[in-house]
């Protein structure tokens, strides 16, 4: 069920062993995953410091972004679940005092998008 709900939107967790092991060059020493989704190709991974949102560019998804957003400068951030109509999910992240969210994230699920708010929440909140 996880590489299918992968394939359509959802957010599944992944092993956070292998998550350090792939971002080994990205994390600074002693900095361990706390937890991490996989969304297509895409990361969304929580360590103890700091939000890493991973983005696979380009057709072979050599390419790679990561942004970086430690804790303590997300300022705020809003979870819009489905509709009747309008059936993505949205997580919508600002930092410091910025007008516009810095990052937004879509889902196709609630829960998906539930969970991993719930986990940024923990993260900020502390």
Do not use: C
Request: charged fraction near 25%; glycine fraction near 6%; hydrophobic fraction near 40%.
């Amino acid at each position: 069920m996880g590489l299918f709900s992968g394939l359509l939107g959802n957010a599944s967790q992944k092993d956070v062993e292998k998550v350090e092991r792939q971002l080994e060059a990205i994390l600074i020493p002693d900095e361990r995953v706390e937890l991490a989704f996989s969304l297509v190709r895409d990361l969304i991974v929580f360590t103890e410091y700091r939000l890493i949102l991973v983005d696979k560019q380009g057709m072979t998804g050599k390419k790679t972004s990561y942004k970086s957003l430690p804790y303590g400068s997300i300022s705020r951030f809003t979870v819009e679940t489905s509709g009747h109509f309008d059936l993505d999910a949205e997580l919508k992240i600002w930092i410091s005092s910025a007008l516009e969210p810095t990052e937004t994230l879509q889902f196709k699920s609630d829960h998906s998008v539930v969970e991993i708010q719930q986990a940024l929440a923990a993260a900020v909140l502390k």
